[in-house]
């Protein structure tokens, strides 16, 4: 059974930094692409950050650009995502998901993704 479970959500004030770790279990994912995704109260899934197999192509949002840095550790099965100077417009349900077949490049979109953790929640608090 495929399993993702993020960890590391929790309450910061403005400029702080956090830092979510996601742990795959299951399935090997170190040839597809990894990404997380945010969700506010009211709004639609968006995309964070996604990271190619290779760590070579990433993709972020415009407004988590310079501030976030999402890495992974292929042998460990794992994806990391570093925040930093958060802001409160940051506040939402952060997901960690996984692509299951082989693909090279960092994508965008959640339907790209097949399997996604339960989330886990981020308050940024001004």
């Known amino acids: 059974q495929v399993q993702l479970a993020e960890s590391g959500g929790g309450v910061v004030q403005a400029g702080g930094s956090l830092t979510l770790s996601c742990a795959a279990s299951?399935?090997?994912?170190?040839?597809?692409?990894m990404a997380w995704f945010r969700q506010a109260p009211g709004k639609e899934r968006e995309l964070v950050a996604a990271i190619s197999w290779s760590s070579r192509r990433l993709n972020y949002a415009e407004s988590v650009k310079g501030r976030f840095t999402v890495s992974r550790n292929n042998d460990k099965n794992m994806v990391s995502l570093q925040m930093n100077s958060l802001k409160p417009e940051d506040t939402a349900v952060y997901f960690c998901a996984a692509k299951l077949t082989v693909h090279f490049d960092a994508l965008t979109s959640p339907a790209d993704y097949d399997y996604w953790g339960q989330g886990t929640q981020v308050t940024v608090s001004s």
């Open positions: 299951g399935h090997s994912f170190s040839q597809s692409p």
